[in-house]
Protein backbone atom coordinates (compact mmCIF):
# COMPACT_ATOMS: atom_id res chain seq x y z
CA UNK A 1 0.00 0.00 0.00
CA UNK A 2 1.47 3.35 -0.83
CA UNK A 3 0.90 6.56 0.97
CA UNK A 4 1.07 9.93 0.15
CA UNK A 5 3.18 11.53 2.74
CA UNK A 6 5.41 14.45 3.64
CA UNK A 7 8.24 15.62 4.31
CA UNK A 8 8.35 16.97 7.47
CA UNK A 9 10.00 19.86 9.69
CA UNK A 10 9.99 20.25 13.37
CA UNK A 11 10.88 23.87 15.32
CA UNK A 12 12.98 22.32 18.03
CA UNK A 13 12.86 24.26 21.20
CA UNK A 14 16.23 25.95 21.96
CA UNK A 15 18.97 25.88 24.19
CA UNK A 16 21.56 28.41 25.67
CA UNK A 17 24.45 25.91 24.88
CA UNK A 18 24.17 22.74 22.68
CA UNK A 19 25.99 21.38 25.51
CA UNK A 20 23.23 21.25 27.75
CA UNK A 21 20.35 18.39 27.90
CA UNK A 22 16.78 18.75 28.65
CA UNK A 23 14.87 15.71 30.54
CA UNK A 24 11.96 13.97 28.70
CA UNK A 25 8.13 14.89 29.37
CA UNK A 26 5.73 11.90 29.50
CA UNK A 27 3.07 12.53 27.55
CA UNK A 28 -0.13 10.95 26.29
CA UNK A 29 -1.13 11.56 22.48
CA UNK A 30 -3.82 10.44 20.17
CA UNK A 31 -3.58 9.22 16.70
CA UNK A 32 -5.49 8.55 13.50
CA UNK A 33 -5.78 6.83 10.28
CA UNK A 34 -8.17 5.52 7.82
CA UNK A 35 -8.16 1.66 7.34
CA UNK A 36 -7.49 0.83 3.66
CA UNK A 37 -8.59 -2.85 1.67
CA UNK A 38 -9.54 -4.15 5.58
CA UNK A 39 -5.38 -3.40 6.50
CA UNK A 40 -5.78 -3.07 10.23
CA UNK A 41 -2.04 -3.92 10.90
CA UNK A 42 -1.24 -1.17 8.75
CA UNK A 43 -3.89 1.52 9.65
CA UNK A 44 -2.30 0.71 13.19
CA UNK A 45 1.08 1.08 12.07
CA UNK A 46 -0.09 4.65 10.62
CA UNK A 47 -1.76 6.01 13.63
CA UNK A 48 0.93 4.60 16.05
CA UNK A 49 3.03 6.88 13.84
CA UNK A 50 0.32 9.99 13.98
CA UNK A 51 0.08 9.90 17.55
CA UNK A 52 3.73 9.69 17.82
CA UNK A 53 3.95 12.99 15.84
CA UNK A 54 1.29 14.61 18.09
CA UNK A 55 2.98 13.85 21.38
CA UNK A 56 6.40 15.30 19.62
CA UNK A 57 4.09 18.29 18.76
CA UNK A 58 3.00 18.56 22.63
CA UNK A 59 6.42 18.59 24.27
CA UNK A 60 8.32 20.46 21.70
CA UNK A 61 5.47 23.36 21.67
CA UNK A 62 5.53 23.61 17.84
CA UNK A 63 3.65 22.57 14.88
CA UNK A 64 5.19 19.92 12.70
CA UNK A 65 4.53 21.17 9.32
CA UNK A 66 4.38 19.92 6.17
CA UNK A 67 6.02 20.55 3.33
CA UNK A 68 6.89 18.69 0.09
CA UNK A 69 4.78 15.42 -0.79
CA UNK A 70 6.16 12.17 -1.86
CA UNK A 71 5.11 8.37 -2.80
CA UNK A 72 6.58 5.89 -0.64
CA UNK A 73 5.80 2.20 0.39
CA UNK A 74 6.08 2.61 4.34
CA UNK A 75 3.71 4.11 6.85
CA UNK A 76 5.39 7.22 6.98
CA UNK A 77 7.82 9.51 5.62
CA UNK A 78 11.44 9.48 6.30
CA UNK A 79 11.57 12.53 8.40
CA UNK A 80 8.89 11.43 10.53
CA UNK A 81 10.21 7.94 11.52
CA UNK A 82 13.91 9.29 12.34
CA UNK A 83 12.52 12.38 14.50
CA UNK A 84 10.10 9.74 15.86
CA UNK A 85 13.28 6.82 16.31
CA UNK A 86 15.62 9.95 17.66
CA UNK A 87 12.57 12.02 20.42
CA UNK A 88 10.05 9.46 21.37
CA UNK A 89 10.76 6.08 23.61
CA UNK A 90 8.75 3.94 25.93
CA UNK A 91 5.34 3.94 23.97
CA UNK A 92 2.68 2.57 25.48
CA UNK A 93 -0.66 1.88 24.08
CA UNK A 94 -3.44 3.16 26.19
CA UNK A 95 -6.13 2.02 23.69
CA UNK A 96 -7.32 1.66 20.38
CA UNK A 97 -10.76 1.85 18.92
CA UNK A 98 -12.13 1.50 15.69
CA UNK A 99 -15.05 2.92 13.89
CA UNK A 100 -16.20 2.12 10.52
CA UNK A 101 -12.99 2.71 8.47
CA UNK A 102 -11.28 4.77 10.61
CA UNK A 103 -8.86 3.84 13.66
CA UNK A 104 -7.79 6.13 16.56
CA UNK A 105 -5.02 4.92 18.88
CA UNK A 106 -4.03 6.78 22.56
CA UNK A 107 -0.48 6.54 24.00
CA UNK A 108 1.84 7.54 26.23
CA UNK A 109 5.51 8.00 25.63
CA UNK A 110 8.27 10.14 26.79
CA UNK A 111 8.98 13.14 24.48
CA UNK A 112 13.46 14.49 24.83
CA UNK A 113 13.38 17.87 24.25
CA UNK A 114 16.80 17.76 22.80
CA UNK A 115 19.29 15.14 22.41
CA UNK A 116 23.10 14.04 23.26
CA UNK A 117 25.63 13.29 20.21
CA UNK A 118 25.12 9.41 21.02
CA UNK A 119 21.40 9.73 20.79
CA UNK A 120 20.92 11.73 17.35
CA UNK A 121 23.90 9.85 16.07
CA UNK A 122 21.98 6.43 14.75
CA UNK A 123 19.28 8.88 13.10
CA UNK A 124 21.10 11.49 11.81
CA UNK A 125 20.34 11.25 8.03
CA UNK A 126 22.70 11.85 5.08
CA UNK A 127 21.06 13.81 2.68
CA UNK A 128 18.53 15.91 5.31
CA UNK A 129 19.82 19.43 5.39
CA UNK A 130 19.24 22.72 7.19
CA UNK A 131 18.76 25.77 5.03
CA UNK A 132 20.31 29.17 6.62
CA UNK A 133 20.32 31.88 3.85
CA UNK A 134 19.79 35.28 3.88
CA UNK A 135 18.85 38.14 1.19
CA UNK A 136 20.02 41.45 1.14
CA UNK A 137 18.62 44.45 -1.17
CA UNK A 138 20.89 47.79 -1.27
CA UNK A 139 22.72 46.65 1.94
CA UNK A 140 19.30 45.80 3.64
CA UNK A 141 18.30 42.20 4.73
CA UNK A 142 14.62 41.03 3.64
CA UNK A 143 12.47 38.31 4.11
CA UNK A 144 12.26 37.53 0.64
CA UNK A 145 12.06 33.97 0.83
CA UNK A 146 11.87 33.15 -3.10
CA UNK A 147 15.47 32.05 -3.48
CA UNK A 148 15.26 29.84 -0.51
CA UNK A 149 12.30 28.40 -1.72
CA UNK A 150 13.91 27.82 -5.00
CA UNK A 151 17.12 26.39 -3.77
CA UNK A 152 14.91 24.05 -1.27
CA UNK A 153 12.71 22.77 -4.50
CA UNK A 154 16.11 22.18 -6.03
CA UNK A 155 17.30 20.50 -3.01
CA UNK A 156 14.19 18.22 -3.01
CA UNK A 157 14.01 17.52 -6.07
CA UNK A 158 17.58 15.97 -6.15
CA UNK A 159 16.79 13.57 -3.14
CA UNK A 160 17.50 15.94 -0.68
CA UNK A 161 15.11 16.04 2.54
CA UNK A 162 15.22 19.89 3.33
CA UNK A 163 14.46 21.11 7.48
CA UNK A 164 14.17 24.91 6.02
CA UNK A 165 15.40 27.02 8.79
CA UNK A 166 12.93 30.02 7.98
CA UNK A 167 10.76 29.43 10.94
CA UNK A 168 13.47 28.68 13.47
CA UNK A 169 14.66 31.94 13.37
CA UNK A 170 12.55 33.80 15.85
CA UNK A 171 13.57 31.41 18.31
CA UNK A 172 16.37 32.46 20.96
CA UNK A 173 19.67 31.37 19.59
CA UNK A 174 19.24 29.85 16.52
CA UNK A 175 20.58 32.48 14.66
CA UNK A 176 23.77 32.38 16.58
CA UNK A 177 24.27 28.75 16.21
CA UNK A 178 23.49 29.00 12.20
CA UNK A 179 26.10 32.38 12.15
CA UNK A 180 28.64 30.17 14.14
CA UNK A 181 28.46 27.05 12.13
CA UNK A 182 29.01 29.26 8.91
CA UNK A 183 32.18 29.85 10.39
CA UNK A 184 32.77 25.78 10.64
CA UNK A 185 32.57 25.57 14.23
CA UNK A 186 32.55 22.11 14.81
CA UNK A 187 30.04 22.02 17.81
CA UNK A 188 28.13 24.68 16.28
CA UNK A 189 27.18 22.01 13.10
CA UNK A 190 26.40 19.16 15.13
CA UNK A 191 24.33 21.50 17.69
CA UNK A 192 22.31 22.12 14.25
CA UNK A 193 22.40 18.48 12.86
CA UNK A 194 21.76 16.73 16.31
CA UNK A 195 18.39 18.82 16.77
CA UNK A 196 17.76 18.48 13.07
CA UNK A 197 18.97 14.57 12.56
CA UNK A 198 20.70 16.52 9.53
CA UNK A 199 24.24 15.94 8.45
CA UNK A 200 24.05 18.68 6.14
CA UNK A 201 23.79 22.45 7.01
CA UNK A 202 24.00 25.20 3.90
CA UNK A 203 24.71 28.75 4.93
CA UNK A 204 25.26 31.67 3.00
CA UNK A 205 23.32 34.74 1.44
CA UNK A 206 22.59 36.63 -1.77
CA UNK A 207 23.39 40.09 -2.13
CA UNK A 208 21.31 42.35 -4.82
CA UNK A 209 22.45 46.40 -5.39
CA UNK A 210 21.11 48.40 -8.15
CA UNK A 211 23.09 49.11 -10.63
CA UNK A 212 21.05 51.14 -13.31
CA UNK A 213 18.38 53.44 -13.35
CA UNK A 214 16.85 55.38 -16.10
CA UNK A 215 13.98 56.21 -18.65
CA UNK A 216 13.59 55.99 -22.03
CA UNK A 217 11.68 56.93 -24.58
CA UNK A 218 9.27 54.57 -26.34
CA UNK A 219 6.31 55.04 -29.10
CA UNK A 220 4.22 54.18 -26.01
CA UNK A 221 5.70 57.26 -24.02
CA UNK A 222 8.28 57.36 -21.14
CA UNK A 223 9.55 53.58 -19.75
CA UNK A 224 11.45 52.71 -16.70
CA UNK A 225 14.67 50.60 -17.19
CA UNK A 226 16.22 49.42 -13.92
CA UNK A 227 18.78 46.96 -13.21
CA UNK A 228 20.12 45.33 -10.48
CA UNK A 229 23.30 42.83 -9.69
CA UNK A 230 23.26 39.67 -7.69
CA UNK A 231 26.37 38.31 -5.49
CA UNK A 232 25.91 34.64 -4.07
CA UNK A 233 27.63 32.88 -1.88
CA UNK A 234 26.81 29.27 0.47
CA UNK A 235 28.81 26.60 1.70
CA UNK A 236 27.54 22.84 2.58
CA UNK A 237 29.11 21.93 5.70
CA UNK A 238 28.55 18.32 7.25
CA UNK A 239 27.56 18.54 10.53
CA UNK A 240 29.11 14.94 12.05
CA UNK A 241 32.57 16.41 10.77
CA UNK A 242 32.32 20.30 10.33
CA UNK A 243 34.18 19.98 7.22
CA UNK A 244 33.26 21.67 3.92
CA UNK A 245 31.67 19.40 1.18
CA UNK A 246 30.10 21.56 -1.14
CA UNK A 247 30.64 25.84 -1.68
CA UNK A 248 29.81 28.26 -4.67
CA UNK A 249 30.52 31.60 -5.41
CA UNK A 250 29.17 34.60 -7.47
CA UNK A 251 31.85 35.76 -10.25
CA UNK A 252 33.00 39.29 -9.70
CA UNK A 253 30.43 40.71 -11.86
CA UNK A 254 27.63 39.00 -10.44
CA UNK A 255 24.27 38.25 -12.60
CA UNK A 256 22.10 40.77 -13.83
CA UNK A 257 18.17 40.99 -13.89
CA UNK A 258 16.65 43.46 -15.40
CA UNK A 259 13.18 44.75 -15.36
CA UNK A 260 10.69 47.89 -16.12
CA UNK A 261 10.15 48.07 -12.60
CA UNK A 262 12.48 47.60 -9.34
CA UNK A 263 10.56 44.70 -8.85
CA UNK A 264 10.90 43.06 -11.58
CA UNK A 265 14.85 43.70 -12.02
CA UNK A 266 14.97 42.04 -8.56
CA UNK A 267 13.14 39.23 -9.57
CA UNK A 268 15.03 38.27 -12.50
CA UNK A 269 18.18 38.85 -10.85
CA UNK A 270 17.27 36.41 -7.58
CA UNK A 271 16.22 34.00 -10.40
CA UNK A 272 19.16 34.04 -12.30
CA UNK A 273 21.48 33.62 -9.30
CA UNK A 274 19.86 30.74 -7.56
CA UNK A 275 19.54 28.96 -10.86
CA UNK A 276 23.81 29.58 -11.24
CA UNK A 277 24.55 28.89 -7.84
CA UNK A 278 22.03 25.63 -7.07
CA UNK A 279 23.38 24.28 -10.47
CA UNK A 280 26.50 24.27 -9.29
CA UNK A 281 26.32 23.28 -5.43
CA UNK A 282 24.13 20.33 -6.44
CA UNK A 283 27.00 19.01 -8.84
CA UNK A 284 29.29 19.01 -5.35
CA UNK A 285 26.66 17.36 -3.39
CA UNK A 286 26.14 14.85 -6.02
CA UNK A 287 29.79 13.91 -5.32
CA UNK A 288 29.29 13.86 -1.76
CA UNK A 289 26.19 11.57 -2.36
CA UNK A 290 29.08 9.41 -4.12
CA UNK A 291 31.34 9.02 -1.29
CA UNK A 292 28.06 7.65 0.89
CA UNK A 293 27.55 4.83 -1.22
CA UNK A 294 28.17 1.18 0.21
CA UNK A 295 26.50 -2.02 -0.53
CA UNK A 296 24.59 -3.41 2.10
CA UNK A 297 22.93 -6.70 3.48
CA UNK A 298 19.28 -7.24 4.95
CA UNK A 299 19.27 -10.66 6.68
CA UNK A 300 16.22 -12.23 7.26
CA UNK A 301 15.26 -15.36 9.46
CA UNK A 302 12.01 -17.41 9.06
CA UNK A 303 10.43 -15.98 5.89
CA UNK A 304 7.87 -18.71 5.92
CA UNK A 305 7.07 -18.49 1.77
CA UNK A 306 8.37 -17.22 -1.55
CA UNK A 307 5.28 -14.74 -1.62
CA UNK A 308 6.26 -13.29 1.57
CA UNK A 309 10.04 -12.80 0.58
CA UNK A 310 8.46 -11.78 -2.57
CA UNK A 311 6.80 -8.66 -0.62
CA UNK A 312 10.19 -8.03 1.37
CA UNK A 313 12.01 -7.64 -1.92
CA UNK A 314 9.24 -5.08 -3.29
CA UNK A 315 9.39 -2.63 -0.20
CA UNK A 316 12.99 -3.26 -0.48
CA UNK A 317 13.11 -2.21 -3.85
CA UNK A 318 10.93 1.22 -3.15
CA UNK A 319 13.08 2.61 -0.70
CA UNK A 320 14.40 6.24 -1.45
CA UNK A 321 18.96 6.61 -1.79
CA UNK A 322 18.85 2.43 -3.02
CA UNK A 323 21.45 3.00 -5.58
CA UNK A 324 21.06 -0.39 -6.96
CA UNK A 325 18.81 -3.17 -8.11
CA UNK A 326 18.12 -5.27 -5.02
CA UNK A 327 20.07 -8.40 -5.33
CA UNK A 328 17.94 -11.72 -4.23
CA UNK A 329 20.97 -13.73 -2.02
CA UNK A 330 18.74 -16.81 -1.90
CA UNK A 331 15.40 -17.68 -0.36
CA UNK A 332 15.58 -20.54 2.08
CA UNK A 333 11.98 -21.42 3.72
CA UNK A 334 11.75 -20.86 7.44
CA UNK A 335 15.71 -20.62 7.32
CA UNK A 336 17.56 -16.99 6.70
CA UNK A 337 17.41 -15.33 3.57
CA UNK A 338 19.35 -12.67 2.28
CA UNK A 339 19.34 -9.46 0.10
CA UNK A 340 21.58 -6.75 -0.90
CA UNK A 341 21.80 -3.32 -2.71
CA UNK A 342 23.89 -0.13 -3.15
CA UNK A 343 23.16 2.48 -0.44
CA UNK A 344 24.05 5.86 0.57
CA UNK A 345 21.57 6.77 3.27
CA UNK A 346 21.37 6.09 7.47
CA UNK A 347 20.71 2.66 7.60
CA UNK A 348 18.49 3.21 10.65
CA UNK A 349 15.84 4.34 7.45
CA UNK A 350 15.78 1.07 6.26
CA UNK A 351 15.75 -0.65 9.66
CA UNK A 352 12.73 1.73 10.65
CA UNK A 353 10.70 0.67 7.84
CA UNK A 354 11.36 -3.06 8.01
CA UNK A 355 10.62 -2.83 11.59
CA UNK A 356 7.22 -1.10 10.60
CA UNK A 357 6.36 -4.21 8.80
CA UNK A 358 3.68 -6.10 10.74
CA UNK A 359 5.82 -9.46 10.11
CA UNK A 360 9.23 -8.27 10.87
CA UNK A 361 11.62 -7.44 14.04
CA UNK A 362 14.88 -5.93 13.47
CA UNK A 363 17.33 -7.93 15.64
CA UNK A 364 20.77 -6.36 15.30
CA UNK A 365 21.67 -3.53 12.60
CA UNK A 366 25.05 -2.44 11.49
CA UNK A 367 26.45 -0.08 9.32
CA UNK A 368 26.36 -2.70 6.96
CA UNK A 369 23.90 -4.89 7.49
CA UNK A 370 20.00 -5.28 9.24
CA UNK A 371 19.37 -8.78 10.54
CA UNK A 372 15.62 -9.22 11.20
CA UNK A 373 13.10 -11.85 12.31
CA UNK A 374 10.03 -12.99 10.59
CA UNK A 375 7.46 -13.83 13.05
CA UNK A 376 3.58 -13.78 12.69
CA UNK A 377 2.07 -10.55 11.94
CA UNK A 378 1.64 -8.23 14.89
Given at each position: ???????????I?????????F????????????????????????????????A????????????????????????????????????????????????????????????????????????????????????????????????????????F???????L??????????????????????????????N??????A?L?????????????????????A?????????????????????????????????????E???????????????????????????????I???????????????L?????????????G????????????????????????????????????????????????
Amino acid sequence: MKLTLTILFILISIAPSWAQTFPAGTVTARGEATIYGGDIAAAREEALVDAQRNALEQVLGVKIRSETAVQDFALADDAILSMVAGFVSNVKILSEKQEGENLSIEIQCDVARELSDEEAAPQVRNFACVLGLTVEIDGQKTDDDRFVNKLSADLVKAGFDVRDASQLRALKGFDEHLATAGKQDVEAARWIGRQMLANVVIVGKASLKQTEKKEVTSYTGAVGVYAYDAWTEARAIETTTGQIIAQSASQVAGVRGVGDTPQKAVTEALANAERQLSADLLNQLAAYRGRKLRPITVEISGIPSYEKFQIIKGMLNSIRFRESEVSDLGFQEGKTSSFQFDYSENINLIASKLERLPYLSVVEKTAGKVICRYAAER
